[in-house]
Structures are given as structure tokens and as C-alpha cells.
């Protein structure tokens, strides 16, 4: 029996979409766990499996592959069956929110966390200084095309008639992608988020292979994001 594919999974990162699109297209596979340092930086342990050292990662027979998008393509090119692909009238819209995941929303919420990170990594006599300079540093750079991103998404949402980004039965590799920012988006962002955009959430967390892939790699905590 060939080797059961292995996802390098660490806490508080996008591995677990990953895992998310296994479970939905019944891949076998194992998890090797890796946690934090006191740094919030990954292992250096990874870079025995990788050489950028960043999780995601996959095993998969002689193929290692990084990066989340990387990784759920091919799972879905290898694994998927026809069950993750979009309708003919949502292709377009399947693969513009699945670059927009990462080139446009996460960068934004990124910045976010490390402006709220910064002053509480100062010496405690300046973060009452450094915290009304990154909050209004946030307020000038992010907080506008953050609201403009997330509307997009409302808007997106709003014209699709299964809820799915695609307008499909079953989610596609957009709503892969964007499982992981639009969870931080909720944690980091709760008042930017619309009805429809709450209510995927909520979908994604209902869904039986979702809540698998929570029990196997451990819930995580999106205000790392």
C-alpha cells in the first residue's frame, strides 16, 4: 500500500484548509504536528522538509509541496473528482477570489495584526505611546481597503444562490482559499463583515469534513492572523 499523504500542520496557520479539503474529498493522510515558538515563529524543523520552512506543507509519494493555494490545486486536480469544480457561469468567480484570498485580503489583515502586535512586543513604558500611533497607522492604511475588500465579498455572496462563492452545489477552491481569511476577518475585523459573509462562515464550520479537520488538527486561534 503507497504511503498515506502527510500535511506538516502547525497551529494557528493556513494548514487547516488544507486539512478542511481533505476531509471533503476523503484523501487519506496523516498529520505531523509543529507548534510556535515563544516567537510565534515556525520550528526549524521544517526546514528539514522545506527549505522556506513555512507551513503548509505537503508529502504526498515523492512530491513536497508549500504554499496553501499550491497545495489545494493539486489536491484538487489529483483528488477532487469533479467534486470541487465550479460551474461553467462561476469559473470566472471562482478563480478571482481564489487570488484575491491572498493578494488582496490577507495582506490587509496581516498588517492589521502586526500593528496591533507591535506596541505590545515595546518595553510597557511605551506602549501606551505606541498604541494610538499603530491604531491610527491602521486607521490611515488598512481599515479603508479592508472594508472595501470585505464588501466585495458581501457583494459576491449576495449574487450567489447556493451560498458558495462559485454558485455551485459544493465549495470550489475560492471558498478553500478564503475559509482562513474570512475567519481572521471575523476575529480581527467583526464590524467590517456582512450577513451573507457571517452566515458562510457559519456554513463552513457546519460542514461534517470541516469539523473533522478541526478534531484532527486542533482548533485554531485566528488572532495569530
Aim: charged share 25%; glycine share 8%.
Amino acid at each position: 500500500m503507497a504511503d498515506k499523504l502527510i500535511v506538516h500542520h502547525l497551529n494557528n496557520s493556513r494548514s487547516q484548509r488544507v486539512l478542511w479539503v481533505l476531509e471533503e474529498l476523503e484523501v487519506p493522510y496523516e498529520i505531523k504536528f509543529y507548534q510556535r515558538g515563544p516567537d510565534l515563529r515556525a520550528p526549524k524543523e521544517l526546514l528539514d522538509v522545506h527549505p522556506l520552512g513555512r507551513v503548509p506543507i505537503i508529502t504526498d509519494g515523492d512530491v513536497t509541496l508549500a504554499e496553501s493555494g499550491a497545495i489545494i490545486q493539486y489536491l484538487i486536480n489529483k483528488y477532487g473528482n469533479g467534486r470541487a469544480t465550479p460551474p461553467k457561469e462561476g469559473e470566472l468567480v471562482d478563480l478571482y477570489f481564489t487570488h484575491f484570498s491572498e493578494g488582496s485580503l490577507m495582506p490587509l489583515l496581516v498588517n492589521r495584526f502586526v500593528f496591533s502586535l507591535v506596541p505590545t512586543q515595546a518595553p510597557f513604558f511605551l506602549r501606551p505611546l505606541l498604541r494610538p500611533i499603530f491604531s491610527a497607522i491602521d486607521g490611515r492604511i488598512v481599515a479603508g481597503p479592508l472594508n472595501a475588500c470585505l464588501k466585495s465579498v458581501e457583494d459576491a455572496l449576495e449574487k450567489s444562490s447556493t451560498g458558495w462563492f462559485a454558485g455551485g452545489p459544493n465549495p470550489t477552491m475560492a471558498d478553500y482559499m478564503m475559509s482562513f481569511g474570512l475567519e481572521a476577518a471575523a476575529v480581527r475585523a467583526p464590524d467590517l463583515i456582512g450577513q451573507k459573509t457571517k452566515a458562510w462562515v457559519e456554513r463552513i464550520h457546519e460542514r461534517p469534513a470541516f469539523k473533522r479537520g478541526i478534531e484532527k488538527g486542533g482548533k485554531e486561534n485566528y488572532e495569530y492572523a
